[in-house]
């Protein structure tokens, strides 16, 4: 099974002690969580991780040149280029409450074969053939 353990942190000082300490307990990956505080500090997290081999898993796509083992973001290119199509739409006449909400729909997959490498973890083949980009390979 999996056990979630999760560390708070209200400041970037914090994450960086945080991160230390989580790093240091029993733990097998760390999952960095999405938020301003956590992306302004990833160089914290992912420095302790490496301190003690660990994988990161990530969703910011530049968080996999980072340091982040495997990374599962939205692709805000995409998401740029639906939100040009819907605004192309409301500049033709088209009322925007009748266009429905719409997520981003694309999502990328990134892998740092290196990093993974590093941290001792060998990254299935098929995880990497499926990937949107490969990094360190």
């Known amino acids: 099974g999996i056990e979630v353990v ?38 914290s ?4 991780a490496r301190r003690v081999r660990l994988p990161i898993f990530a969703f910011q796509s530049s968080q996999a040149r980072a340091g982040a083992t495997v990374v599962l973001a939205r ?33 990328r997959l990134i892998v740092n074969v290196e990093a993974a490498r590093s941290s001792g973890l060998t990254l299935p083949a098929a995880l990497i053939a499926r990937a949107d980009e490969v990094i360190g390979q």
Do not use: N
Request: charged share 15%; glycine share 8%; net charge negative.
């Open 45 to 48: 997290i992912a420095q302790a």
């Open 6 to 43: 999760a560390v708070a942190a209200s400041t970037s000082a914090e994450v960086a002690d945080a991160a230390l300490a989580l790093c240091s307990s029993q733990i097998d990956a760390v999952c960095q969580i999405p938020g301003h505080l956590t992306a302004s500090s990833f160089p």
């Open 75 to 107: 692709d805000y290119g995409d998401g740029g280029r639906e939100a040009g199509l819907i605004a192309a739409r409301v500049m033709r006449g088209e009322s925007p409450a009748s266009i429905p909400f719409q997520l981003v729909s694309k999502t």
